[in-house]
Nanobody, 119 residues
Framework: QVQLVESGGGLVQTGGSLRLSCTAS????????MGWFRQAPGKEREFVAA????????AYADSVKGRFTISRDNAKNTIFLQMNSLKPEDTAVYYC????????????WGQGTQVTVSS
């Protein structure tokens, strides 16, 4: 089993910045990639960014390219999401997720952290 704990959410004004962190614990040796997703009220959960654990390949949703940066610290089993130039439409609960080499699917999820951007 893998446990994911996010932190760093909060309230920020339009144009501001926040940095989210997610630390994985447990059976992390089979990590394939980790990612961030978000879910706004009344909307489906959507992909934000992901990073491969080996090689560091990165992908972003078009809506956050140029504003968000995902990074990792392999030694600490932690990923980060630096969010700059935040907009009200970025308001959502942000979830960290992990996929394993075995499944390739995002099988593990954190509890989520609220990000609110005021206009």
């Amino acid at each position: 089993q893998v446990q994911l704990v996010e932190s760093g959410g909060g309230l920020v004004q339009t144009g501001g910045s926040l940095r989210l962190s997610c630390t994985a614990s447990g059976r992390t040796s089979s990590t394939y990639k980790m990612g961030w997703f978000r879910q706004a009220p009344g909307k489906e959960r959507e992909f934000v960014a992901a990073i491969r654990w080996s090689g560091g390949n990165i992908a972003y949703a078009d809506s956050v390219k140029g504003r968000f940066t995902i990074s990792r610290d392999n030694a600490k089993n932690t990923i980060f999401l630096q969010m700059n130039s935040l907009k009200p439409e970025d308001t959502a609960v942000y979830y960290c997720s992990l996929s394993t080499i075995q499944s390739g699917s995002y099988d593990y999820w954190g509890q989520g952290t609220q990000v609110t951007v005021s206009s």
